[in-house]
């Protein structure tokens, strides 16, 4: 590459930059769905320049599926064979409730970048960079819920709702964690860093997942657990998204499952919209 | 339309972040279509300024307006017709040039074929064809701050704020920068640039604002703030810095002012109100056997404005606070 020595000047000529500058006219402001819908575009570009991230969402649950399910098979059901019965289904709740919280990461990143100080001031429809970016995580949450199911089939999991069953379970699980990631989304506007939106992240989900009903029924639990077990949320997940993959969904396991998401959802996004707002604005 | 001929108008701006005064009642008037540089050391408070009139951050007290709107009751007003380009490039390092120019003019309102139109003008305009397709993580800093003015852009601003927008680049990049700045001002766009450049200062403002630690110390065109110190200075530099005391007499008696002692072991300098003088000193030093190796009279720079405003070089202040809060 050379570099000419001596003409340190202009970097185009003059027309070409006087006419770019003359655009005056405003278009409308976008709608909410389509602010949305570029900012998931967004999220869907960097998963096509950075394929390695998906590592994440295909060698966790791969990893996780089968460590519990050989590990804990044969103690908790006798065999590995019913345990693979019970757990895919809690499995995938499990990690997809993990994924979620990169979305926390997301948000913290993009704020010590700068790049949310531009956000903040165009004049689009402020929730839009939160639910684009959940909504481009959908697809990291399907991809993982793809790799989880089909492993589990090969390990022997016969779901008895059939493919219909399976289906809206997916749906159920994508509203959940769609729900989910409010909490994680607060974390991340209120962190400082990456290292303690991870921390925090952390040890908030990790007894979120495990006292749950994910791994083991909870009727072998002392009272005390088993109340704190049937309210949490990752819980009434699972028993939905179990009971409509085996076809044994009672009308209960809906209620609670779709009662979770919108207390997490009334709850969390406004919280995290107030937060927002108000981000370093005082 | 506002009622006055300013762009930006502000009464006696205070920001306190915790304990730390941050901003201790600024005043500032930029008139439509003229560039205010606001000048001042790390931590003089120059991006809690800009930051507050961008409303991204909110003040304590006193006011300020942009083309007539009051930036914290009318937010929206300001946002809808000024731009930001900050201190840290605010552009998206995982994503090309060319996808973070859509995505911008995308959340502006743009449609898809309108935004890639738009994106392609602004690339091509902005000398970054080339590199439209490469992820932004691997652009130059130079590059980066162009992407990140035509981001700014897109829409051309009534007014723009660009804090800071060269620093940390190369010669060449800077003057870059300058003259996408040019071509705006000629474009009517007002632009209030703050830079701890002096220089930067020099090339693009038609009015300067010296601000440090809080406080204004200095508002003026640049004739005014350069008069205000002096008619000229003579720089004298030696072949020998041993024989610096020696010069420093002669000059100080043949000027009849005092000389200031440069960081440069050979350098001197003295500010002159009587320029004839000066011809003599040149002849007075080489009469004594000193050596010379730079002799020249010039408008005094604005380091040395600085200097005689706040009793230290600009670069030598200490950060106060923050500068990004």
Redesign the interface.
């Known amino acids: 590459m050379t570099t000419p020595q001596t003409t340190l000047t202009r970097p185009v000529d003059d027309a070409t930059l006087r006419k770019a500058f003359s655009v005056r006219e405003r278009p409308a402001r976008p709608s909410a769905l389509s602010a949305s819908l570029a900012l998931a575009w967004r999220a869907l570009l960097k998963i096509k320049h950075v394929p390695f991230q998906l590592f994440d969402v295909t060698m966790f649950p791969i990893m996780m599926t089968v460590m519990f399910t050989f590990l804990f098979g044969g103690a908790i059901a006798g065999s590995v064979g019913e345990y693979v019965q019970f757990l895919i289904p809690g499995i995938l709740v499990m990690t997809v409730s993990m994924i979620s919280m990169y979305t926390a990461l997301g948000i913290n990143t993009d704020i010590s970048k700068g790049i949310f100080d531009r956000f903040r001031s165009l004049p689009f429809w402020r929730p839009a960079v939160l639910v684009g970016a959940l909504l481009g995580d959908s697809v990291r949450y399907t991809l993982a819920s793809f790799v989880v199911i089909t492993l589990g089939l090969i390990l022997g999991f016969r779901p008895g709702g059939g493919i219909m069953g399976v289906a809206l379970a997916l749906v159920i699980l994508l509203l959940f964690a769609f729900s989910l990631s409010w909490i994680w989304t607060l974390i991340g506007l209120l962190m400082k860093t990456p290292e303690s939106v991870m921390m925090v992240s952390s040890m908030a989900s990790f007894p979120l997942t495990f006292a749950s009903n994910v791994f083991v029924d909870p009727t072998t639990m002392p009272s005390w657990l088993q109340a704190v077990v049937s309210v949490n949320p990752i819980t009434l997940a699972a028993s939905a998204v179990r009971g409509l993959m085996h076809g044994t969904v009672t009308s209960g396991d809906i209620a609670g499952v779709l009662i979770a998401c919108a207390v997490l959802v009334g709850v969390f996004a406004p919280l995290t919209m107030y937060v927002y707002r108000n981000k370093n604005a005082h | 339309m506002p009622p006055t001929g300013y762009a930006i108008e502000v009464n006696d701006l205070r920001k306190s972040f915790g304990k730390v005064e941050v901003l201790k009642g600024i005043n500032l008037r930029v008139e439509r279509g003229g560039l205010l540089a606001l000048l001042g050391p790390n931590g003089a408070g120059k991006t809690t300024t800009v930051?507050i009139l961008?409303?991204?951050?909110?003040p304590d007290s006193g006011t300020a307006k942009v083309l007539g709107h009051d930036v914290v009751r009318e937010a929206?007003s300001v946002?809808?017709r000024?731009?930001?380009t900050?201190q840290?490039?605010?552009?998206?390092?995982?994503?090309?040039g060319m996808?973070n120019l859509i995505?911008?003019a995308?959340?502006?309102?743009?449609?898809w074929s309108?935004a890639k139109t738009?994106a392609t003008?602004?690339i091509?305009?902005?000398?970054l064809a080339e590199a439209s397709n490469r992820?932004v993580k691997n652009y130059s800093g130079g590059m980066r701050r162009?992407l990140d003015i035509a981001?700014s852009?897109?829409?051309?601003p009534d007014v723009l704020f660009l804090d800071e927008p060269t620093s940390g680049l190369d010669?060449?990049s800077r003057?870059?920068v300058w003259?996408?700045v040019r071509?705006?001002l000629?474009?009517g766009?007002t632009v209030l640039l703050t830079t701890q450049y002096l220089e930067e200062a020099d090339q693009l403002a038609n009015r300067i604002v010296i601000i440090d630690h809080g406080t204004v110390i200095a508002d003026g065109t640049i004739g005014e703030l350069k008069t205000s110190v002096g008619s000229g200075t003579v720089h004298v530099r030696l072949y020998d810095p041993k024989d610096r005391p020696a010069a420093e007499q002669i000059m100080a008696q043949t000027l009849g002012v005092a000389v200031h002692l440069e960081s440069d072991p050979a350098a001197l300098s003295a500010q002159v109100s009587n320029p004839e003088r000066v011809a003599s000193t040149l002849s007075n030093l080489s009469q004594a056997g000193i050596s010379v190796t730079d002799f020249s009279l010039g408008q005094p720079s604005l380091d040395e404005v600085f200097l005689a405003l706040t009793g230290q070089p600009a670069e030598d202040q200490p950060a106060a606070t923050e500068e990004y809060?």
């Open positions: 930051r961008a409303t991204l951050l909110q929206d946002r809808r000024v731009s930001l900050g840290f490039a605010s552009v998206d390092d995982e994503l090309t996808e995505m911008v995308r959340l502006l309102g743009y449609s309108d738009r003008e602004l091509n305009a902005f000398d992820l162009r981001a852009i897109i829409i051309t010669p060449r003057r870059q003259d996408i071509t705006l000629a474009a766009t809060a």
